[in-house]
């Protein structure tokens, strides 16, 4: 694990493969907004390959929700072609679109987005209701997948039941439930407290490093960008800087150096 | 997204907002159960008329003395004079459709047994009205030929005037005064409750048309014939020929009006049918209007819910839901709510009915056509006010729907 702790260094270096899991080919994207024309995202080009942890930063307005959004297929490109899986999925209609955030991408958002009045296990299976697989595999799975996170004892709460860390983990948990090659995170520590932050970091890096799992972070945070391996900047719709990450903090690392809070709830959990 | 999946979360869904469920579902309750509840009242009242149209006979043909014109003058129903015996044997003589017929004479009359009185009808009649009529008795026997031939003081007694004038004291042998005129009681009928007008049929007295008209009476005429067709078709077929036989008799000029009518029991049939049809097409109306309004509360609703639930359409979005899995999903939601609706209407309709049968005494039929219509309408309502929140759902755009607040 210090191995490839230290191999992070060097991201570029550090593919096996040579193909990209997502290129972006001079991707534009405008918003009509009837009178007005937005010009979100103005030629980004950029590769990310399998096993990278990347942090997207920004200002807002900088574009980078827009590249989410469309790195996220919810959305697609004005002009530009964007490569996902050696597949260009730039002009895939909504059914084709839908059918990959279900296959291949996993979503965490600021907001949590859980169901309400919903448990945490259902939650965790949405994702394979629209995946076609049996009743029996689906729960089987989210079990899985709850316990990947560490919330395997909390199957049955709600989320009005758990903490703002626990709900996320549980988004994660559902993010993961149809084994994506993509995990998009949208500001996953936006409403947390720091030390809480750090915990969901610590199990962004163990499913990248521990079962390679490509993480791209949106993030307006420097210190949680510092957990990334490579660091994207974005202004004005354009990639500014493209950059390894110095001094990558390790989540697993900090946390021993954190006050613990009150309402902590990683140990009865784990 | 498969059907079983669906319909558990469009339940779980309405679950959740029970209160909000309920009164949307009752706006469809109300309507259904109110179609159900009177469409068998009118099955009842259908019943009854049929039941009545049986009770006068089957194949029967009606002739009544009409109003006619004498002089100018129009003189009420049953009030001519030319309507006679003759013209009844004329009828059975050369109408071959009609197999027999009774005369009928009416009065009202005071009668009395010891210290019972009471005001009736009564029918002056030949023995084998009963048999037209199908009516047989209960006890004793008919009055004979001999007896109207002789113009006896003999009677029959409907099982009303029975139980007023006697009690438990068995009638059969007993003498009543009828005005002033000593009669014997011979027979008593089987009881025939209400007719199709609704008054009481056992509430009567029958005694010989001869006795009726010469002691009673005093008209040597007779206001009805009761005849009986060889089938029920010819009921019908004979309307014409007994018309052009009594106009003759009558010397009714081309032009003049009959001094008669003639009914035949698919009239009264066709009459009750009609009543039934006008009476089906209001309920129909008035249950298609608060089936509309149940279903325009659906889609209220349906609306409401879009908007309170947009982000977990944005969420089912973003995990991989296709429109159409969205779309079915609220469609879903919307039949289920107006199908519920509709059998919980069903359940209150025939509770309904159960109860309007017990304390008002009126039979109702629960009429299974009406279920089933009843449980389809409901769910096409469903369907027709669900379709467009649940494309609106469809249509969300999924990054507006995560944002949205």
């Not at chain 1, 520590?189 to 521990?210: A, F, Y």
């Not at chain 2, 209001?282 to 879009?306: D, E």
């Not at chain 2, 947009?310 to 969420?315: D, F, K, M, N, Q």
Request: hydrophobic share 45%.
């Amino acid at each position: 694990m210090d191995e490839q702790a230290t191999a992070t260094e060097e991201p570029s270096t550090q593919a096996h493969s040579d193909a990209a899991l997502i290129r972006l080919e001079g991707v534009h994207k405008i918003y009509d907004l009837g009178e007005v024309q937005v010009h979100a995202l103005r030629g980004v080009s950029l590769e990310i390959l399998a096993g990278e942890f990347v942090a997207v930063m920004g200002a807002s307005g900088s574009g980078k929700s827009t590249l989410m959004n469309i790195l996220g297929c919810l959305d697609r490109p004005t002009r530009g072609h964007y490569y996902l899986d050696g597949t260009d999925v730039s002009q895939f209609s909504k059914v084709e679109l839908a059918r990959i955030r279900n296959r291949k991408l996993g979503f965490v958002f600021q907001q949590f987005n859980l169901l309400a009045r919903t448990s945490a296990l259902e939650n965790v299976e949405l994702p394979t209701i629209y995946a076609g697989i049996t009743p029996q595999e689906r729960e089987q799975r989210a079990r899985e997948s709850l316990a990947r996170v560490g919330l395997a004892g909390r199957a049955h709460h709600f989320p009005s039941q758990l903490s703002g860390g626990q709900q996320q983990r549980v988004a994660i948990a559902r993010a993961l439930v149809n084994r994506p090659t993509i995990l998009l995170a949208d500001e996953p520590t936006g409403n947390l407290d720091s030390r809480t932050s750090v915990e969901i970091m610590d199990i962004l890096q163990r499913l990248n490093e521990e079962e390679g799992l490509t993480v791209v972070l949106v993030t307006h945070e420097q210190d949680i960008a510092q957990y990334a391996k490579r660091a994207l900047d974005f202004r004005d719709g354009k990639l500014r800087r493209d950059t390894p990450v110095r001094d990558r903090l390790i989540a697993r690392e900090v946390l021993p150096t954190l006050p613990s809070l009150q309402d902590d709830d990683a140990a009865g959990d784990t | 997204m498969d059907f079983w999946n669906t319909l558990r979360l469009a339940l779980r869904a309405l679950a959740r907002n029970k209160l909000r469920s309920a009164l949307t579902m009752l706006g469809i309750i109300i309507g259904v159960g109110a179609v159900i509840a009177t469409v068998s009242i009118g099955q009842g009242a259908e019943y009854l008329v049929q039941q009545g149209i049986q009770s006068m006979g089957t194949n029967a043909v009606f002739i009544a003395a009409g109003s006619g014109r004498p002089g100018g003058a129009r003189l009420g129903s049953w009030a001519v004079k030319t309507l006679t015996i003759d013209d009844m044997n004329a009828i059975l003589r050369e109408v071959s459709l009609i197999r027999e017929a009774a005369p009928a004479v009416v009065s009202r009359v005071q009668v009395v047994y010891q210290n019972q009185n009471w005001n009736t009808g009564i029918t002056g009649t030949a023995p084998n009205y009963f048999r037209i009529r199908s009516w047989p008795v209960q006890a004793g026997s008919i009055f004979g030929q001999d007896e109207v031939d002789s113009a006896a003081n003999v009677c029959l007694l409907g099982t009303t005037v029975a139980r007023i004038l006697f009690g438990d004291e068995d009638p059969v042998g007993k003498q009543i005064r009828i005005g002033q005129l000593p009669f014997r009681v011979v027979g008593v009928l089987e009881s025939k409750g209400q007719s199709v007008m609704g008054d009481d049929q056992d509430d009567r007295i029958f005694a010989p048309y001869t006795t009726v008209q010469r002691k009673i009476s005093g008209i040597t005429w007779i206001q009805f014939i009761n005849a009986s067709a060889v089938s029920r078709e010819a009921s019908n077929a004979a309307v014409a020929p007994i018309t052009a036989l009594l106009r003759e008799r009558h010397h009714i000029r081309p032009g003049e009006d009959d001094d008669f009518f003639v009914r035949t029991q698919s009239d009264v049939a066709d009459l009750a049918d009609q009543t039934q049809r006008v009476m089906t097409l209001l309920l129909g109306s008035i249950a298609s209007v608060s089936l509309i309004v149940g279903g325009i509360g659906i889609m209220n609703i349906m609306l409401v819910s879009v908007t309170e639930r947009t982000r977990e359409i944005g969420v089912r979005m973003a995990v991989g839901a296709t429109e159409s899995d969205v779309q079915q999903q609220f469609l879903v939601e919307a039949v289920t709510l107006s199908m519920a609706g509709g059998l919980l209407g069903i359940g209150v309709g025939l509770i309904g009915s159960a109860l309007i049968s017990n304390f008002l005494a009126w039979p109702t039929l629960i009429s299974v056509k009406a279920i089933i219509a009843a449980a389809i309408f409901s769910a096409a309502v469903g369907i027709f006010f669900g379709f467009y929140p649940a494309r609106k759902a469809a249509q969300l755009d999924p990054i507006e729907a995560l944002r949205y607040e």
